[in-house]
């Protein structure tokens, strides 16, 4: 996955084992709502222990705090927010960028445990 807000910096940004690209997302709320008309529960979703345990795929956009992570298998959407990056140190991230991730049992829309799998160097990134 991999992450970006508009213009170039971005915000710290979202369970289940896959590839995802996260998108900009200024209405998570209305995205969840959109999904929830367009999926049906029993068909789509997998609960607790029948979930995949992990994914990882692209953020491609974000803005403030929320994101947008796009399943590159099967091109479903996570919600995530900064509080989600476990990655130690650098917690910004980038349009792009790839990342793992958890689907959480609680909310299957709902990504966390986000993991940077190629966190820049920061003197690098911030030149």
Known sequence: M????PGGRHNRPQSRDARG?????????GHDEELAAEYDEDEHWVYGADCIPWTSGRI??????????RDDEDE??????????????FRTIRAEEHVR???????PDRAEFVI??????PAEYYR
């Open 21 to 29: 690209t996260v998108e900009q997302q200024r209405d998570v709320q």
């Open 2 to 5: 991999s992450f970006a807000a």
């Open 60 to 69: 491609t956009e974000a803005l403030r705090s929320s994101c947008i992570i």
């Open 101 to 107: 991730f958890h689907v959480s049992s609680e909310s």
């Open 76 to 89: 479903r959407y996570y919600s995530f927010d900064y509080r989600q990056i476990v990655t130690e140190g």
């Open 116 to 121: 940077r799998l190629a966190q820049p160097d």
